[in-house]
């Protein structure tokens, strides 16, 4: 599926989230650095533990996304 995204759409970035201790995500979290390497789109791993919030752990990728995204001398609120 992750093909297909970037065939057809080419996003800023994917966010990978897999139980901790899951086998098949320490698999396509290899695959994934094969991705990020050639196509040059960042993968953001997380492995949820099932205790805390994942998502406490996108706010750094999602504020440098945006740096990267919002065109030079505009005003962020």
């Known amino acids: 599926m992750i093909f297909t995204y970037l065939q057809n759409l080419r996003p ?3 966010v ?3 139980p901790l201790y899951y086998c098949p995500g320490a698999v396509s979290s290899a695959l994934l650095k094969w991705v990020e390497k ?3 789109i960042p993968v953001i791993n997380l492995f949820y533990d099932g205790l805390r919030s994942p998502n406490e752990n996108l706010e750094p990728y999602i504020f440098y ?3 990267k995204t919002k ?3 505009s005003i962020s609120y």
């Open 71 to 73: 065109p030079s001398g």
């Open 12 to 14: 800023d970035g994917f």
């Open 38 to 40: 050639e196509h040059g």
């Open 65 to 67: 996304l945006r740096q």
């Open 16 to 18: 990978h989230i897999n």
